[in-house]
């Protein structure tokens, strides 16, 4: 990984600003943050209480400290200080990065850098320490929203099931035709991954994804994709699929854990079982993040709680046949995880505060790799503003001329975003549908912030 100036490499158009009252960025920083340190505080406050060892309640009590002060300085628009070393190279790249910024306050930065430099810094308060290093103060909450999906779990798991083990004895063009319809629903199913409607939920014969497809609830929610990209890559994995080609992967640079997760493993599993990739490599973070984001354990956790459902979800109701489609589903998954057709991929880039505009230049290494694939998934909001730049586009410029370096033509990268719309940049829309969305709010983009809507946008850096 290498350092780079933080001016270079990036989008020409200004990042949103925690300093723009109509934005989400400021209400992000006014209204989440300090909502988030209460929360990391009161759960290592509380894992602290647990304890016996005094040197590790010691180290407890510090990191509550710094975290509240941490909130203190945020609330009180202080500047953000140079974050300590704690032994790792990125914290290098967000001091020089902070200094180049000239040291801002909490209410006037760019809203990317800042947000993201709240979990380095946070995370920099439990690397140095004996017993604390590896602890997630977010990890028990993400369990629980886990927990809570239960019943969405159990019934993707029975038409997962369905759905991989059906028969292919149809005509070609209707094989060709059902495959597509099942790739479209598998792929919403992955986007809409942390609100997921049920309607939305694939079925296993032609004429039931027919009327699936024909839906109302199917409708309504394709209705919220505002671009919606998804034809050109079924095209793409299909061909290579047709060619021949024996080793075809498939890299998806994970969002949140728990439910979403799930659902990644849903589209995973089923593209590895149709054989439209023949590897799936996922992409974690390496240090808590954004509260919700996948860190490997997490990953081994919901194989874990797959395996031993009852125990897991403390569900003693599940019938027996819920309890095997579960089970069906960690011994497929675990399958593909030991088979090494899944695997897990780290790489602290995911992590550093810029926008992957970088990526070539920082990166490079991972970028080679990621150019071999077939296609990379990028999920959910953070990722998207980190392609786009957090940028104040016009809604109207082309996706690929706002990821940069990645939607060149020969980028060698075949980039596609699934998100779910959580904050303010939004590129590649019609001419006219954002102020159709803002309505009589013509000052912010306040449509965008919920998650209501979508955005599924795809450039082939390999055509
Ligand atoms: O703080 C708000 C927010 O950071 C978003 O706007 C951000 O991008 C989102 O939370 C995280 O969403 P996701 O998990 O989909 O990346
Ligand atoms: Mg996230």
Known sequence: MHACVANSHSAPTAPYRTSDQTSFAYVSARDRWPVILTQAIDDVFRTTRDHTDPEKIAEGKRIVEKLAKLKYEVQHDRVLSPIEDDGAADVKIYNDELEQLGSPKWFNVSWLYSECYLYRRLHSFFAPTKYWRDYDPFHAQ?????????????ELATRYKQIVTASHDDKEEVEVEKEKLLFTEMMEICLWGNATDLSLLTSLTYEDIQKLQGSKARKDAEANILANDLPKV???LRKAKESGKVSRRLDIVLDNSGFELFVDLVLAGYLLEEKLVTEVVLHPKCMPWFVSDVLPEDFTDLLAALEDPVAYFNASELTEEQQTGLKFLHSNWNGFYQSGQIRLREDRFWTLPG???????VAPELYEELKTAELVVFKGDLNYRKLTGDAEWDPTTPFE????????KDSGMRTLALRTCKADVVVGLPKGKDEELRGEDVLSRKWG??????VVQFWDGKA
């Not at 993400?142 to 779990?153: C, Y």
């Not at 926008?355 to 230049?361: H, K, Q, V």
């Not at 912030?449 to 979508?454: P, R, T, Y």
């Open 142 to 154: 993400k369990n629980s929203t886990f927990r809570a999906s239960l019943a969405a779990v159990v």
């Open 234 to 236: 079924f095209e793409v």
């Open 355 to 361: 926008s992957y505009w970088r990526l070539p230049a």
């Open 401 to 408: 001329e706002a990821i940069g370096p990645l939607g060149k």
């Open 449 to 454: 912030w919920s998650g209501k809507w979508a």
